[in-house]
């Protein structure tokens, strides 16, 4: 294109967004005067008014399509059509078409509401223009994946398009159903829900998602054109996170958006995210891994689990010290996410346990992915701490997912398998065939020739279950024991490596216990992680005097005490 050609295009650009600034303008001005002629017209339907309706709703029907303002164009040619009577010339047909006032002013005030929405869009299509190239416009942040439901096209026309404007990404749906499909087949950050609608109310939604594991959770903001307290009561007994009420300026609403996305990503990465490596922890692996699991049975795909255990971590620590294994840790995870696929899930399950979920990914190519890990891990160090290198290897089980397992069975199979690496020699990987029951997996202690036993001696049953599912997914036996004397009874008749024992019991408490075990030599090697709510410095010598190894005080992280407990078990 020529020098004079590009100079004459970019006359001609200039020239139309002068002219659009300047429609835009108008625009306001004419938009308030509809509304003034429109009040004067329903008090005095006065036939000067209805002519000024007219006049105007004429010229923005020829002059909006001139500057790019279809959609102005077609609301002013509907305004032209209700208006079109103020043309004839018979005064009787004038006369009853004015008997009908009250449909034409119903009618226009849902037309002129349409308009004014377009010019709220218009205008910040101008200022978008005029503050940011255009060749940056598709690079613009996404602020979130926003579904809109909403049986009202107008006002989900004009909230999509404003939504975009501030670089939200919208669906749309106008109905409950139309919304189950969409929210089954994509994520979403957060939920805009009509309440009133038809056939179905925005209520009806609220069972669907309190039924989903994985939806109940979305953040949701209802929009109702009820102001009653018990509609809102309702609304946030049931889930809602927001209420408001029509008609709504769309500033306020869109920072209501922004604040409780905001919100939303901040406590998800407190509560998602593993505070020492910064890879997502167990709960949120958890949350993701039944999303995966209902995502495969819907689609037919394949989906894979890797199990991780650092080969000697214990060794780490002792000869180096825990500051020098937090580093071996975080070394680790940064140089497997570096490796893994966008698309891949990396978390600490615990200890200096890992998982790793592959999404379209068959046990064959998970165990290929893990080989070529591992081989880069053996390869260079992954921590280095004032001039030396630290250097370690892991043994990972991989097991691809089958319908009939439930999550639980499927960790175990890649658990499992990871114990089988070990017993052949460590630095390795193993792949489940999916084949061998559960049961008869030997994940036996190499000492002993036994799985492990752990007693769980508290009198709260709460405090049991919890310890005792945290514990589960390891290759222990445990044993539950509600008082001192049952848990005596258990220490004389089985082997036990680790009693996990509360310090304040019936019939004999966790300090009278040590005692007892203190006078049994069989019970000698028996390691005992003592619970207490007492958190007085007295009572954790006592306790430690008497034998025990290591001391926690309630309330306790589960996860502090999972690691401590395979600490003590040496697993």
Request: proline share 3%; net charge negative; aromatic share 8%.
């Amino acid at each position: 294109m020529s020098r004079i050609n590009q100079a004459q295009k970019k006359n001609k650009e200039t020239l139309l967004m002068e002219g659009k600034r300047l429609f835009v303008s108008e625009l306001k001005k004419q938009l308030q005067e509809l509304e003034r002629l429109a009040r004067t017209f329903e008090q005095t339907e006065d036939m000067e008014s209805a002519l000024g309706i007219y006049r105007i709703v004429h010229t923005l029907k020829g002059s909006a399509p001139m500057f790019g303002y279809e959609r102005i164009g077609l609301a002013a040619e509907a305004l032209v059509h209700v208006w079109e009577w103020t043309q004839r010339d018979s005064e009787e047909e004038r006369q009853f078409i004015r008997k009908q006032a009250d449909q034409f002013i119903k009618k226009s005030s849902q037309l002129i509401l349409g308009l004014s929405m377009e010019y709220d869009i218009s205008r910040k299509e101008m200022e978008l223009d005029e503050t940011r190239p255009k060749a940056s416009a598709s690079k613009e942040f996404n602020h979130g994946r926003i579904l809109l439901i909403d049986d009202d096209d107008v006002l989900r026309s004009y909230l999509m398009r404003r939504l975009s404007l501030d670089h939200y990404e919208i669906a749309e749906a106008d109905g409950v159903e139309s919304a189950k499909v969409l929210l089954w087949q994509q994520e979403y950050d957060l939920i805009i829900l009509d309440l009133l609608m038809h056939p179905d109310s925005g209520y009806e939604l609220f069972e669907f998602l309190k039924e989903s594991p994985t939806l109940k959770w979305l953040p949701l903001i209802v929009l109702s054109g009820k102001e009653e307290l018990e509609d809102k009561i309702r609304c946030f007994r049931l889930g809602a996170d927001d209420y408001v009420t029509k008609p709504f300026h769309y500033e306020e609403l869109e920072a209501r958006i922004n604040n409780l996305l905001m919100r939303t990503r901040h406590y998800e990465q407190m509560a998602f995210l593993d505070p020492l490596t910064g890879v997502y922890n167990r709960r949120y692996f958890d949350n993701q891994l039944t999303m995966e699991m209902e995502r495969v049975r819907r689609n037919e795909g394949v989906l894979s689990l890797a199990f991780i255990d650092v080969d000697h971590f214990k060794r780490v620590n002792d000869t180096y010290g825990h500051h020098v294994g937090d580093l071996v840790l975080q070394g680790l995870t940064h140089t497997l996410n570096g490796r893994i696929r966008s698309t891949d899930l990396l978390a600490r399950f615990g200890g200096e346990e890992f998982v790793i979920l592959f999404p379209d990914t068959t046990g064959e190519d998970a165990q290929a992915i893990l080989e070529e890990l591992l081989g880069m891990i053996r390869q260079a160090p992954v921590a280095t701490l004032e001039g030396e290198s630290y250097s370690i290897t892991f043994s990972a089980g991989a097991a691809q997912w089958q319908p009939e397992w439930s999550a639980d069975e499927w960790i175990r199979h890649a658990d499992e398998a990871m114990y089988r690496a070990k017993e052949q020699g460590r630095n390795q990987v193993v792949l489940s065939d999916g084949t061998q029951p559960l049961s008869t997996v030997d994940v036996e202690d190499h000492q002993g020739g036994r799985r492990k036993c752990v007693l769980l001696a508290d009198d709260d049953a709460i405090i049991r279950s919890m310890v005792a599912s945290r514990l589960r997914h390891l290759p222990l036996d445990i044993i539950e024991a509600s008082d001192g004397e049952s848990a005596l009874d258990v220490l004389r008749n089985n082997v036990v490596d680790l009693c996990v024992l509360d310090g304040i019991m019936p019939k004999m408490d966790g300090y009278h216990l040590l005692e007892q075990m203190k006078q049994m030599p069989h019970l000698q090697k028996v390691k005992v992680l003592m619970l207490s709510g007492r958190k007085h410095e007295d009572d954790v010598i006592r306790g430690l005097m008497l034998g025990a190894d290591d001391y926690m005080s309630k309330p306790f992280s589960l996860v502090e005490l999972e690691i401590r407990a395979k600490r003590l078990l040496e697993i």
